[in-house]
């Protein structure tokens, strides 16, 4: 009996040393356990927020350097055409057509619409005529200088030509009134039946030389090309000089 009390406290004490070996191991698996999707703390929280305001903070900086980079382009894009206008305030002032008098004659303007004078005109012009041979009388004219609001006019009266034909793919040639008695030159024998004017070359006052053409205004010098089945021409007077009525930035074109 006694052996059988013994045994009995000897197995009851054996199991109590079990459950006290094991009960801190459950504890310990407990705080170490893996959290639950879902939940989080504070300090996660905290990392997502930081994270999410440095980002907009890069978003912010990078919208700003591409509006910054833009606004300097469209800047910079405008001052070149502020700039390219002003070099060409001079030059659109310079204008050159022709037009028909009442008696039905006809006449050549070149005219400066500036505050400051020209210099270098060289215009071409062709006459065509109404005939059996279909005539044409191509005549480049040079000149020195325009005055500030002032044209250039060539009346059909002083236009001359030769019986020889201008030379094929050649650029024209500009040059001055006939000087002195020339025999080998002719009148126009009647009023063309209109009158074409190519365009017109100058020089500003920056130096720079201009064309105007049918194509409008460009840098360098006229581009027209003889045709090669036109009669040579000329003028043998000097064109008039006369004022104009619209000049300065009123008469821009």
Same mark, same amino acid.
Not at 8 to 21: F, G, I, K, S
Not at 133 to 149: F, L, T, Y
């Given at each position: 009996?006694?052996?059988?009390?013994? %045994?009995?406290?000897?197995?009851? $004490?054996?199991?109590?040393?079990?459950?006290?070996?094991? $009960?801190?191991?459950?504890?310990?698996?407990?705080?170490?356990?893996?959290?639950?999707?879902?939940?989080?703390?504070?300090?996660?929280?905290?990392?997502? #927020?930081? #994270?999410?305001?440095?980002l907009a903070g890069l978003l912010l900086t990078g919208i700003g350097t591409f509006y910054g980079a833009w606004v300097a382009r469209d800047q910079l894009e405008q001052s070149r055409e502020d700039a390219e206008t002003k070099r060409r305030a001079h030059a659109t002032r310079v204008s050159t057509w022709a037009d028909r008098k009442p008696d039905g004659t006809w006449r050549v303007h070149v005219a400066?619409?500036?505050?400051?004078?020209?210099?270098?005109?060289?215009?071409? +012009?062709?006459?065509?005529?109404?005939?059996?041979?279909?005539?044409?009388?191509? #005549?480049?004219?040079?000149?020195?200088?325009?005055?500030?609001?002032?044209?250039?006019? #060539? %009346?059909?009266?002083?236009?001359?030509?030769?019986?020889?034909?201008?030379?094929?793919?050649?650029?024209?040639? +500009?040059?001055?009134?006939?000087?002195?008695?020339?025999?080998?030159?002719?009148?126009?024998?009647?009023?063309?039946?209109?009158?074409?004017?190519?365009?017109?070359?100058?020089?500003?006052?920056?130096?720079?030389?201009?064309?105007?053409?049918?194509?409008?205004?460009?840098?360098?010098?006229?581009?027209?090309?003889?045709?090669?089945?036109?009669?040579?021409?000329?003028?043998?007077?000097?064109?008039?000089?006369?004022?104009?009525?619209?000049?300065?930035?009123?008469?821009?074109?």
């Open positions: 009996m006694r052996r059988s009390q013994e %045994e009995q406290r000897v197995r009851l $004490r054996a199991a109590r040393q079990r459950v006290r070996r094991v $009960r801190p191991r459950e504890r310990d698996e407990g705080e170490h356990a893996p959290r639950r999707p879902g939940r989080w703390d504070l300090a996660t929280w905290g990392t997502v #927020i930081t #994270i999410a305001v440095g400066n619409r500036s505050p400051d004078p020209v210099t270098g005109i060289g215009v071409s +012009f062709e006459a065509f005529f109404d005939d059996p041979d279909n005539r044409q009388v191509s #005549i480049p004219v040079a000149w020195p200088s325009i005055p500030p609001c002032a044209e250039l006019v #060539i %009346e059909q009266e002083t236009l001359r030509h030769w019986d020889r034909r201008t030379v094929p793919g050649r650029e024209v040639s +500009f040059f001055g009134p006939l000087q002195g008695r020339l025999t080998d030159v002719r009148k126009l024998a009647a009023t063309p039946e209109r009158v074409v004017v190519h365009g017109v070359q100058f020089t500003d006052r920056n130096g720079v030389l201009w064309s105007r053409e049918e194509e409008g205004l460009r840098r360098g010098p006229l581009g027209f090309v003889a045709h090669g089945f036109a009669l040579q021409g000329a003028v043998e007077e000097n064109p008039k000089v006369q004022p104009v009525e619209l000049c300065g930035a009123d008469a821009a074109g």
